[in-house]
């Protein structure tokens, strides 16, 4: 069973950055296929970006350009740094962790099977 726990979530300005962070308590965390995603009020939960297998890093298309995502499995952590933040990309950011390939497709919450609890993220105009 893998815990995740995301941080670095605040209030910013539009055109600040910010660095989520999401910590995984499993040791063999290197194996395991992460990504983030979001969800604002009254929308279903979006996929933001997530480092796929043998796809590597993939983003969702209202984010590309802007965030970036990456992993340090020495540390079991992997991050979401975020530039150039917009009003709309306020939302709970969730970090989550697909241990085995499902061939749902990277961008579905269906194709990962560990979450944590979520840090909001909220960008001012």
């Known amino acids: 069973q893998v815990q995740l726990v995301e941080s670095g979530g605040g209030l910013v300005q539009a055109g600040d950055s910010l660095r989520l962070s999401c910590a995984a308590s499993?040791?063999?965390?290197?194996?395991?296929?992460p990504g983030w995603f979001r969800q604002a009020p009254g929308k279903e939960r979006e996929f933001v970006a997530g480092?796929?297998?043998?796809?590597?890093?993939k983003y969702g298309e209202s984010v590309k350009g802007r965030f970036t995502i990456s992993r340090d499995n020495a540390k079991n952590m992997v991050y979401l740094q975020m530039d150039n933040l917009k009003p709309e990309d306020t939302a709970v950011y969730y970090c989550?962790?697909?241990?085995?390939?499902?061939?749902?497709?990277?961008?579905?919450?269906?194709?990962?099977?560990?979450w944590g609890q979520g840090t909001q993220v909220t960008v001012s105009s």
């Open positions: 989550a962790a697909s241990s085995v390939y499902r061939g749902r497709g990277y961008y579905t919450p269906a194709e990962y099977d560990y």
């Open positions: 499993e040791r063999t965390f290197s194996s395991y296929a």
């Open positions: 480092i796929f297998w043998s796809a590597g890093a």
